[in-house]
């Protein structure tokens, strides 16, 4: 029997583990082991992914890889299962075998202590790093908010903490990046102490990263977090006898409230003073610890341990097949020998165990593990669980739907509805800001810099602000209540067509607020592959900043069929990203990285303090990451559209201006005339500007690529402006067709007359939809751009998408308009 053929209440027993690679081991880490009880509760809306419950918590599993898990309806008596009599008994008789004497050496005197916080996913160990170090860093209830170390120092009792806050982890083995970042930050930077963050409420799972700890040997201080859900479940833990077995200190926590951290600090102090300290070595039973001896004596000669990267542990990791580790001895003279040897061990052990090496170890861990339990952890008492009864609700297959895109109608109305007002306050002080500094300075290159380039570009930075600190606001609470991980868990079968994640979603649609805080909102995406595919299409999302656009031409040429080509826009777009993830997933990023094995937290209530912090933090670094390139990039195109200026022709124009005002002195002309020649003489004078300027010659020289779309230079410029921001196409277009980037009636008139010199006109509706659908689809803001390159690490894909949606807009506009001009 199969866990995918588990029906909804039903449960089982793991008998056996297939598959390879990341799913495989990251499912064993998760606690799928041999002889553990699983539970299948419900499944997902769409019959796909399953939820299941196992060691007391609840995880999501596609029926893909639900398939690959082998199951018994009887229970098998395992090897495992250690009591803490017989490691007692191993410790007292094998002294020199499970445990180790060893001084460790630091200076004392300098009173500084290095700690690097680790454990799983959901744990609270952020919440810890923040209220410890006053650092705000973003606390979500999901896998994988911290995406990258994060570093805050405070002061206690004397002693100056530098606290290093590393990515969750399930264990310590090399499929992940965020495993694999943990582990090198521990074995290279060498923390004094760990404080290994411990779930109360999960605690066999979350004691599995322990065990990998305590085999490489580095001072320890367990932080027992969110001990409230453990004693409101009624259970009892005995974790003084637990510490004692382990010879770890262990401290009770509330992360969210602070309870626990400063005894914490004192024992991690206390930990550091340590002049000598016992490290327990986890007992891994006779066939394996044979092994583990064997391999010991093939590398001692050789190999020189270090801090955090102990001979045992090597050792381990060779046997369980860990790449890493053979690259970290491939230097060593007798490797050919030590794989040898290692690959013998692994057939002995898989011989005589009947499961591979990997299994072994995991099952030796957990077996450990709740024979430790099984002495200090009593049953529960309390058995009423409002995140089953919830659940029951949100992911109902009937109303499951609904409720989801009610809450994203209500995010988003509230978002530009609410943020609309903000928004308004801003562009009116940035106006009246711009218009002060214009009124009380002389004409010149340096006034135009201000109003134009500063101002008009700090404000394109800080108008959409408000729409992003709403939008978090709604994140947030999504986050750290555990609506995240469900809204992923129902729409995860949809995004699986396209090669996607379900967590994908959240950014998609976010998108057509805006592309930035969309293509940030990524992050909580914990597959890297999935990841980027959801990055580079994030922008075929019509944002905000493409509506006046749309708005301007398809109410000018299809006044009676505006809604229709609106919403034929947004649904093109949506068909071009689905097409695009398809193509990535097949050709760019083939492999998914991490498995769809997704934890599904307790759902908790959110504290203000931690949804305001969150919020506040995500927008402020809105600001810090874009403002700066936003800036510069509108500085650049202010250069591009102000310079050179040419004399010449200026000359000739300022004189037919003095002339006009003339005759209009000298009542020659009424003042309507003399009002509609000015307008004449600076729209010409403005389209003279912008055709002899930097960027008009470029629109010039793009003009031959850009005629077989049907547009002339002037499109070509203004789809050139765009870059800085969509929105800018607008007042761009405005500029050269009537003088005038603010009167859009008055644009939308011109447009419909403008006629080529051989007087067919410039816009018809062939050219109009070309146009639309290039808008639609070429790259992305600058603000975007520069999003893409700070989330993804790299230039190389923010240049990426600038080409391949740029190129991909110039294809589907020329087929647009060949293929219409055939039939029209």
Not at 289 to 297: D, P, V, Y
Not at 307 to 312: C, D, E, H, K, P
Not at 454 to 460: E, F, L, S, Y
Request: hydrophobic share 40%.
């Amino acid at each position: 029997m199969r866990l995918s053929e588990l029906q909804t209440g039903q449960k089982a027993y793991i008998k056996k583990v297939h598959g390879s690679g990341a799913f495989r081991k990251r499912i064993l880490e998760m606690g799928f082991v041999r002889g553990e009880e699983v539970k299948s509760i419900l499944n997902a809306p769409l019959k796909d992914p399953i939820k299941y419950e196992i060691m007391d918590y609840d995880v999501s599993l596609r029926r893909s890889e639900a398939v690959l898990i082998e199951l018994t309806m009887i229970r098998e008596e395992t090897n495992n299962s250690y009591s803490k009599d017989d490691t007692d008994t191993q410790i007292a008789s094998e002294p020199d075998y499970i445990r180790k004497f060893r001084t460790r050496k630091h200076n004392y005197s300098e009173k500084r202590i290095k700690v690097a916080l680790i454990g799983n996913p959901n744990s609270g160990k952020t919440s810890i790093f923040n209220l410890a170090s006053g650092a705000h860093e973003h606390v979500g209830n999901y896998s994988g908010v911290t995406v990258d170390s994060k570093e805050g120092t405070m002061k206690h009792n004397g002693y100056m903490f530098t606290l290093v806050d590393l990515p969750g982890t399930y264990s310590l083995s090399s499929y992940s990046p965020e495993e694999l970042y943990a582990r090198n930050f521990i074995t290279k930077d060498k923390p004094d102490v760990i404080i290994n963050v411990v779930s109360a409420s999960t605690l066999e799972r979350n004691l599995y990263l322990t065990t990998e700890l305590i085999d490489l040997e580095i001072p320890m201080v367990i932080a027992l977090n969110m001990y409230d859900e453990l004693e409101d479940s009624g259970r009892k833990f005995d974790h003084n006898t637990f510490s004692e077995l382990i010879n770890i200190p262990i401290v009770p926590t509330v992360g969210k409230r602070g309870e626990g951290i400063p005894q914490l600090l004192e024992a991690v102090i206390k930990t550091y003073n340590e002049a000598e300290h016992d490290f327990v070595q986890i007992p891994y039973g006779r066939v394996l610890e044979k092994s583990i001896s064997i391999m010991e004596r093939e590398l001692k000669d050789n190999f020189q341990a270090q801090r955090g990267m102990t001979l045992r542990h090597v050792c381990i990791k060779l046997l369980e097949g860990d790449k890493e580790i053979v690259k970290h001895i491939n230097h060593l003279p007798n490797i050919q020998q030590v794989l040898a040897r290692k690959e013998k061990e692994q057939i002995y052990i898989e011989k005589l165990l009947r499961e591979d090496s990997e299994s072994a170890f995991t099952n030796a861990r957990y077996g450990f593990i709740a024979g430790g339990l099984q002495e200090t952890l009593t049953e529960k008492t309390q058995f009423a669980d409002k995140t089953k009864l919830i659940d029951t609700i949100v992911t109902n297959k009937y109303i499951g739907f609904p409720i989801f895109f009610i809450f994203m109608w209500i995010m988003f109305e509230s978002t530009f509805r609410l943020g609309n007002y903000p928004m308004q306050w801003i562009e009116w002080l940035v106006a009246l800001i711009g218009n002060s500094v214009r009124a009380s300075m002389t004409e010149g290159p340096l006034k135009d810099l201000i109003v134009e380039g500063i101002i008009g570009g700090v404000g394109g930075v800080i108008v959409f602000l408000p729409n992003i600190v709403i939008l978090y606001l709604f994140i947030s609470f999504m986050e750290d209540s555990g609506y995240m991980a469900r809204a992923a868990f129902i729409m995860d079968k949809l995004m699986h067509k396209i090669g996607l994640h379900g967590k994908s979603f959240i950014p998609l649609i976010m998108g057509f607020g805006c592309n930035v805080p969309a293509i940030m909102a990524t992050r909580t995406i914990e597959s890297r592959s999935s990841r980027m595919i959801t990055m580079l299409i994030v922008p075929f999302m019509s944002c905000s900043a493409r509506l006046p656009v749309y708005l301007l031409l398809a109410g000018a040429f299809f006044p009676n069929y505006a809604s229709i080509a609106l919403l034929g826009l947004y649904f093109f777009g949506i068909l071009i990203a689905c097409l695009t993830a398809i193509l990535f997933r097949k050709t760019l990023f083939k492999e998914e990285d991490t498995p769809f094995v997704m934890e599904l937290p307790p759902y908790r209530r959110p504290t203000v303090k931690s949804i305001i912090t969150h919020m506040w933090d995500r927008s402020s670094q809105y600001l810090r990451k874009m403002g700066g390139p936003i800036l510069i990039a509108s500085i650049v195109i202010w250069f591009l559209g102000y310079f050179p200026r040419e004399r010449s022709w200026s000359e000739d124009i300022d004189k037919q201006a003095a002339q006009v005002e003339m005759q209009f002195q000298n009542n020659e002309i009424n003042s309507e005339q003399h009002q509609l020649l000015l307008s004449e003489i600076e729209y010409f004078k403005n389209t003279e500007h912008q055709k002899n300027s930097y960027i008009g010659r470029i629109g010039k020289f793009m003009e031959p690529v850009m005629r077989p779309l049907g547009y002339d230079w002037k499109i070509s410029v203004s789809l050139l402006s765009g870059m800085a921001a969509k929105e800018i196409v607008i007042s761009t277009m405005g500029v050269l067709y009537t003088g005038d980037s603010e009167n859009q009636q008055s644009l939308q008139d011109r447009l419909l007359s403008e006629t080529h010199p051989d007087g067919s006109y410039v816009f018809t509706p062939l050219v109009v939809i070309s146009l639309l659908l290039f808008v639609l689809i070429y790259f992305p803001c600058i603000a975007t751009v520069i999003a893409i390159k700070e989330e993804a690490h790299s230039w190389k894909w923010a240049l990426f998408s600038m080409f391949y949606s740029t190129g991909l807009a110039w294809l589907i506009a020329l087929l647009a308009y060949q293929i219409g001009s055939l039939f029209i």
